[in-house]
C-alpha cells in the first residue's frame, strides 16, 4: 500500500511540474536571425535595423536572453554575399534578412 501512495505521489508531482519545464525550455530556447546587408554599421541603414530590433522586442524577442541576431556585411564587395548568406545557413540561423 506504501508503494502505491509512493507511486500516486511521484505521479501527481510529475504532472504539477510538467508545465512549470515546459515554460523553462521555451524561455531558454534562443532564435537566432540572420542579418546580411552591404555591410556594418551602415548609418543608412541603422533606422531600419532599430525598427527591427524595436518590433522584436514588442513581440517579447530580447537580444542576449531568447534572440540572437548575426550581422554580416559584404563590405562593398558583390561577390560576398552568396558566402556570407552561406555561412549564416551553416550557423542554423531560423530567418535572414538581406538588404
Do not use: C, K, W
Not at 506504501?2 to 504532472?15: C, D, K, N, T, Y
Not at 508545465?19 to 531558454?28: D, G, H, M, R, S
Amino acid at each position: 500500500m506504501a508503494r502505491l501512495i509512493g507511486l500516486f505521489v511521484i505521479l501527481a508531482l510529475s504532472m504539477l511540474m510538467a508545465p512549470l519545464a515546459a515554460e523553462t525550455q521555451q524561455a531558454t530556447h534562443g532564435y537566432r536571425i540572420g542579418l546580411l546587408g552591404p555591410s556594418f554599421p551602415l548609418p543608412a541603414l541603422d533606422p531600419l535595423v532599430d525598427a527591427f530590433r524595436q518590433g522584436l522586442r514588442e513581440l517579447g524577442y530580447v537580444e542576449g536572453q531568447n534572440l540572437v541576431i548575426e550581422n554580416r556585411g559584404a563590405e562593398g564587395r558583390e561577390e560576398r554575399p552568396p558566402d556570407l548568406a552561406a555561412e549564416l545557413v551553416r550557423l542554423q540561423v531560423e530567418v535572414i534578412m538581406a538588404m
